[in-house]
């Protein structure tokens, strides 16, 4: 491994090393143009290729550069986790655009490319001990973070899991069902990273536990504070937690029982109306320049924080007080403006920050891996090019309707139902 420089940004160490499948990329625009779903196509490819090329060549350790808040004797050990986060948390987000079919267009050859890329990664990282790569899932107890956003990521790509071989798909559950016995937290918004994990393993017939499950569906309601925010454990914390990991994850988890004619499922509607006033609250946080309302720890997952709209779109569930057009023209100033600034890149890897190299925004337990939680703002990409989410006529985000256009556009109400 030739590093080229190692270098103190205090507070957070950097070390920069030879990127292998990073030249080239960032000028990239897959679907040639500057139409919302092509910007959202750039952001994608230029987060996902460095990931997921190297993995599928067994290069991500050497290449990646790290960033995080230890001092250097930690980074080996971190290097391996971060590996896992950077996996992991990239999946979650691409996951349903990779689900889509496989055509003649630019964009499906795009799409062949990277699932190829991708069944080549998860190959390396769960069976390939002779790989730089491989990941050994009982290493650390913030393993079950990462492997909750694998699971996560087979819940969103069903077809994709389907064409695995059968001892790949049993060598992903078996793996990562080792993270089960680390998981000692359950008073804040881990308790979802178990069960998410036990909903898509039973979903996809590799295992039928609901612990876990059963378990965050009561600590959540728990937590439920009205409007459609929860604590993060007994305490509100303003951050976006709600959406990094709450809303989305409680909802897909129940959305499981549901189809598995589990008493648990009936509580789908209910939980799904708490998350659509959520994606309400979060598209006014939106300003009309792509900046946006940034707040408590984790802001240098950047536009991830907005994944409760962005499930939403994909899963055709967003209110009828935010319009597809609307939630899309919301998203893809936040993605542009993300793309507008080179320095959110050092050397084609993201950079700890949320505008830009701004690293001491990263948190104590942020590493270069777990920056790719942003890709969870791309997941309305799995809706196909055709879907009225891309091609209804834009429609303002909230903020510029008011501040800009002057439109009355009435009240917005809290919404406090019943305990779900």
């Known amino acids: 491994m ?25 000028a990239m625009d897959p679907a040639g ?21 190297n993995l599928s060549q067994c290069t991500l350790n050497s290449s990646m550069i790290f960033q995080a808040r230890v001092h250097p004797p930690s980074c080996s050990a971190l290097r391996t986790y971060s590996i896992a986060a950077a996996f992991g948390r990239l999946l979650a987000g691409i996951a349903p655009w990779l689900d889509l079919p496989i ?56 077809s994709v899991v389907a064409k695995m071989p059968a001892e790949l798909k049993q060598a992903i559950a078996t793996n990562l069902q080792l993270t089960f016995h680390l998981h000692e937290v359950t ?8 069960s998410i994990l036990q909903a898509a393993l039973w979903y996809h017939n590799l295992s039928n536990s609901t612990n876990y499950i059963y378990g965050a569906i009561k600590l959540q309601e728990s937590w439920y ?39 648990m499922g009936a509580k789908h509607a209910c939980l799904l109306k708490r998350m659509q006033r959520w994606a309400v609250v979060q598209e006014r946080m939106i300003h009309p320049d792509g900046s946006y309302f940034t707040v408590g720890r ?45 320095d959110n890149f050092i050397d084609g890897w993201l950079s700890a920050g949320v505008n830009g190299h701004q690293p001491g925004m990263m948190d104590s337990y942020g590493d270069t891996g777990a920056l790719y939680l942003a890709s969870l703002g791309l997941l309305q990409l799995g809706l196909p090019a055709s879907d009225p989410f891309w091609t209804d006529p834009a429609i303002s985000c909230t903020q510029a309707q008011i501040w800009q256009e002057g439109k009355d556009i009435g009240l917005d109400e809290a919404q406090d139902g019943p305990a779900c």
């Open 187 to 194: 008073g804040n918004n881990w308790c979802n990273f178990p």
């Open 33 to 53: 143009g500057d139409d919302p779903r092509s910007i959202h196509l750039q952001a994608l490819d230029k987060m996902s290729r460095p990931v997921l090329g």
């Open 225 to 263: 504070k009205g409007d459609g925010a929860y604590g993060d454990g007994a305490h509100f914390h303003w951050d976006h937690y709600n959406s990094y990991v709450m809303h989305p994850m409680l909802v897909d988890a129940v959305a499981v029982c549901a189809m598995k004619n589990d008493s």
């Open 103 to 158: 055509d003649e267009t630019d964009e499906g050859r795009m799409r062949a490319e990277y699932v190829n890329m991708t069944m080549k990664a998860f190959y390396n990282v769960f069976m390939n001990e002779s790989c730089a790569d491989y990941v050994n899932w009982s290493a650390c107890s913030g393993q079950i973070v990462e492997a909750a956003f694998l699971g996560h990521s087979l819940l969103r790509m069903p």
């Open 298 to 342: 984790s802001e240098h997952y950047r536009f991830g924080a907005f994944q409760a709209i962005s499930q939403l779109a994909l899963q055709g569930k967003l209110p009828s007080n935010l319009p597809k057009a609307q939630a899309r023209t919301a998203l893809t100033a936040v993605i542009s403006r993300f793309l507008s600034n080179p």
């Open 2 to 26: 030739a590093i080229q420089a190692v270098y103190w940004l205090v507070p957070i160490l950097v070390i920069s090393i030879s990127p292998s499948w990073t030249t080239g990329i960032l």
